[in-house]
């Protein structure tokens, strides 16, 4: 099958979260299952220098954005797994020091730099040779993609037009801008509707993909569900639930190759099932790494995150600034707010020998405290499917995590399955509900028969991409029927 993804962020071109690498993984196991695939993604400033192997592509785009007409040019370059990338050259717009912003600030023109994107995936798809049979974008940077093509396929003639997919990563951002930025989407004020993409006034470019794409996905199957309803919903429950019948929720995978801990150039040592001693090793480097006294008896809880609301911040603060009276370990690596990022630094002067604190993003270091750590702590508001707890689990590290989302359809507590238990789960959104959590850690440490329990079914937990490459391509094989069926003759 043709594919042709679309995203703003692809590791390791670019990256600010688990955008990237969700999307980075689905290209590579699409492609190594034998499909054509190709991905859109911008060119960020210092992506050339950093990717050598990059070529001029033929295709230059010339696209109208409200009155004016922007050009860009595509690079190119293959990925060993035969996956094809195209880079899309808009000085103006994506040459910046950041992706979305500098400084924690949006920059004030990403409506018209995401339209321009979603305009550029559009023609894209329309002048490749041979076309692609389906379109599958990601989140609202490129939302308002299945309605060009829509309406080119309505008013433009274009009477092969693939059919498309939207996969919601976290509905909490939409993409949502004042009236008057349609205007730069040269589209009929006929979509311009409760039914299309307004949105109390606004335009949403999630909301059109929402609205438009022939299939839908979010990144588990608790998600699909959680954002029906008015407490996630965030004001799009409704049109999710009349939609429900093209929604599927697609929980993400793992690239092991990535995410090993054998011959894994982050770790200082490797480690398995078979050889569980190089744990232990991994633990006294990230303590030494950080600062910390190299103690193996002490439980040490690692963080890796956005330091962010969504992500329970406020309730884990305030949990630790209680529960660093214990002798406990804590491993933070994250960037977000500032008032979390002060939090954070103020328990690490208070507690110097018991919090170690890197500010902003190290991948190198992420793989270190996922592997050092005993227990990783995601007490999320809510998550449409993090990656973190599925990375700890293969690295023997028992996550603690709130039961929300993609969390709590990967992570099995005690009372849900003995046999198969491999984490620690509460409920409530609160500290005394993580603290209470975080006790049960600390009990669970002293025993170390059922450590070893848990650690085993934690390692040995399948959430490889194979599986979930294999869903999506159900998801477009639907797609592909469905567009047949509406066009008596079609052979796509």
């Known amino acids: 099958m043709r594919i042709l993804l679309a995203s703003s962020e692809v590791y390791p071109y670019s990256k600010s979260g688990g955008l990237a690498d969700m999307v980075a993984a689905l290209g590579k196991f699409l492609a190594r299952a034998g499909h054509d ?3 859109v993604t911008p060119l960020y400033r210092g992506i050339r220098e950093r990717f050598r192997l990059l070529q001029p592509f033929r295709y230059r785009l010339e696209v109208p954005l409200g009155h004016a007409t922007v050009s860009a040019t595509l690079w190119t370059t293959a990925a060993p797994d035969g996956l094809r990338l195209y880079f899309v050259d808009q000085p103006a717009f994506f040459q910046r020091r950041g992706l979305y912003g500098e400084d924690d600030v949006a920059y004030a023109d990403n409506a018209a730099r995401f339209i321009f994107l979603s305009k550029a995936v559009a023609h894209l798809a329309r002048h490749l040779t041979p076309p692609p049979e389906v379109v599958h974008v990601h989140d609202w940077h490129v939302g308002l993609v299945p309605l060009l093509i829509r309406d080119a ?49 606004h335009v949403s470019l999630l909301k059109a993909g929402v609205a438009y794409a022939d299939a839908l996905t979010a990144v588990s199957p608790q998600y699909a569900q959680e954002i029906q309803t008015p407490e996630q919903g965030c004001g799009l429950d409704g049109l999710l639930r009349a939609r429900a019948g093209r929604l599927s929720g697609i929980l993400n995978g793992v690239d092991y190759e990535e995410w090993r801990t054998r011959n894994n150039p982050s770790l200082v040592h490797g480690y398995d099932l078979a050889d569980p001693d190089g744990k232990a090793a991994n633990k006294a480097a990230l303590q030494h790494e950080l600062g910390l006294p190299a103690r193996p008896e002490v439980p040490l809880f690692g963080i890796v995150s956005r330091l ?9 603060l305030t949990a630790l600034t209680e529960l660093l009276a214990s002798d406990i370990q804590v491993a933070v690596l994250g960037a977000g707010q500032p008032e979390f990022e002060e939090g954070f630094l103020r328990l690490a002067d208070l507690h110097p020998e018991k919090v170690g604190v890197r500010l902003g993003y190290n991948h190198g270091l992420a793989h270190r405290i ?9 007490p999320s508001k809510f998550e449409p499917c993090g990656l973190n707890q599925m990375y700890s689990l293969r690295y023997g590290t028992i996550p603690v995590v709130r039961a929300t989302g993609g969390l709590d359809d990967s992570v099995i507590d005690i009372r849900e399955d003995p046999a198969r238990a491999n984490g620690i789960k509460f409920h409530e959104y609160s500290s ?11 009990a669970l440490h002293g025993d170390p028969e059922l450590v070893a329990h848990y650690r085993f079914n934690g390692m040995t937990a399948d959430f490889s991409w194979d599986r ?13 029927r469905a567009a047949r069926e509406a066009v008596p003759g079609a052979t796509r």
């Not at 996922?370 to 995601?378: C, I, N, R, Y």
């Not at 979930?468 to 592909?480: D, K």
């Open 153 to 201: 396929a309505v008013r433009g003639g274009w009477r092969e037009a693939p059919g498309t997919c939207l996969t919601i990563h976290n509905l909490a951002y939409q993409g949502v801008y004042p009236r008057a930025i349609y205007e730069a989407t040269n589209l009929p004020w006929s979509y311009f509707t409760h039914e299309g993409l307004e949105f109390h006034g």
């Open 370 to 378: 996922e592997a050092g750590s005993d227990f990783f702590l995601m």
């Open 432 to 442: 005394a509900a993580l603290a209470k959590a975080i006790r049960k850690a600390l």
């Open 468 to 480: 979930t490459a294999a869903e999506y391509v159900a998801v477009y094989e639907r797609i592909r």
């Open 37 to 39: 695939v190709g991905l």
């Open 308 to 316: 962010v609301d969504q992500k329970g911040i406020d309730i884990e």
